[in-house]
């Protein structure tokens, strides 16, 4: 459950130092998820073309914890999709760095794409990486539309009908920002961050939120993926581990339990739902039994007692404000799976 972005401002270290450490956390996240992949715990059919190099694999819960953050956060996209299919849909991601969500939404369920458009959002410096390994691999491109495709790898864009990515610091994002003149904010709108705000001031992540509740005038969501707790004895190794290596989670300390994460999104405009569930919530709740066994028969999870804790320190967190029913059913995902 390593993080997928570091965020740093200009100033304070050279750019030479800011490029390595963005595109080793990228890289990271992307031999985590091929290492799940490779383990059997998720299909993936796209995560070895965004892996530089030899696979690096991981210790069990972290495979464990990659699979159960991927399957939740799945299972709440689908959700959206599914939901009045016959609306256009928008997907805004994140600091969505390598991530494969849209190729798999392509590839397994291509019949959501005529109406969906998925966008993705971070630095230049990662998205011209993305993009060439886009470029590179055939499989990817036949899930765009070539006929109306543009790409300018130097400036890290890339724009087809159904798919973009745009490289922005997010940062630049909050209320009457001017990224909203350029895209559709009158669609239904779903927004995902898997640890991608942690890194911001607490003011920086809550102006995101705000942007997203004030210029988008139709149904909107997010979906969070984040740590919690940090007052603990787990939680203070955790943060002085990730410490090492540069990374500091700014708003950890304000957001710092499911409670925390309800009810910040409550108060910045997701009005009609919040829910949080910690990541061992959702394995011990939504996973099935029959599933359970599967995963927990792939490889010998030594430290239970260790994946306990970790499961417990991080989270899923989701909200929305409807104006059109998209989001219906997201209040009970996960129950009855078991």
């Known amino acids: 459950m390593n993080p997928v972005r570091f965020l740093k401002r200009d100033g304070g270290s050279s750019a030479e130092e800011k490029d390595r450490v963005v595109q080793q956390t990228d890289q990271d996240a992307s031999q985590s998820r091929l290492s799940a992949v490779e383990a059997g715990y998720l299909e993936d059919p796209f995560a070895k073309s965004f892996v530089a190099g030899e696979l690096q694999r991981r210790y069990p819960l972290i495979n464990r914890g990659t699979y159960i ?23 805004i ?25 998925y966008r993705e959002l971070d630095f230049r410096a990662i ?16 899930l ?23 490289p922005l610091d997010i940062r630049a994002l909050h209320p009457s920002a001017d990224f909203s003149a350029s895209i559709n904010t009158s669609l239904p709108t779903l927004f995902i961050s898997e640890c991608c705000l942690v890194y911001l001031s607490p003011t920086e992540a809550d102006a995101i939120l705000r ?16 740590p919690t707790g940090g007052d603990d004895a787990f ?7 990730l410490a090492a290596r540069g990374i500091v989670l700014k708003t950890l300390k304000k957001y710092s339990s499911l409670e925390r994460q309800v009810e910040r999104l409550r108060v910045l405009g997701f009005t009609d739902g919040q829910l949080a569930v910690s990541v061992k919530g959702i394995h011990d709740g939504w996973v099935s039994a029959r599933e359970r066994g599967r995963i927990a028969g792939l490889e010998m999870l ?13 989270c899923v967190a989701w909200g929305w404000r409807e104006r059109g029913g998209v989001f219906a059913g997201w209040r009970d995902v996960g129950q009855g799976d078991h």
Do not use: C
């Open 127 to 142: 998205t011209s990486r993305k993009i060439a390994s886009i470029t590179a691999s055939p499989a990817l491109q036949s």
């Open 69 to 91: 953050r991927t399957t939740a956060i799945d299972k709440l996209v689908n959700h959206f999709l599914s939901s009045s299919p016959e609306t256009p849909k928008q997907i």
């Open 302 to 314: 030594d430290e239970v007692e260790e994946w306990d804790m970790l499961a417990a320190h991080y």
């Open 144 to 166: 765009l539309s070539p006929q109306d495709l543009s790409v300018d790898q130097v400036d890290g864009s890339l724009v087809s009908k159904h798919y973009s990515i745009h």
């Open 235 to 241: 939680g203070r190794v955790m943060i002085q581990n």
């Open 211 to 226: 942007w997203i509740t004030t210029d988008f005038s139709s149904s909107v969501g997010i979906i969070l993926y984040e």
């Open 93 to 117: 991601s994140l600091g969505a760095g390598s991530d494969t969500r849209f190729f798999r939404i392509a590839s397994a369920n291509p019949g959501v794409i005529p109406n969906l458009i």
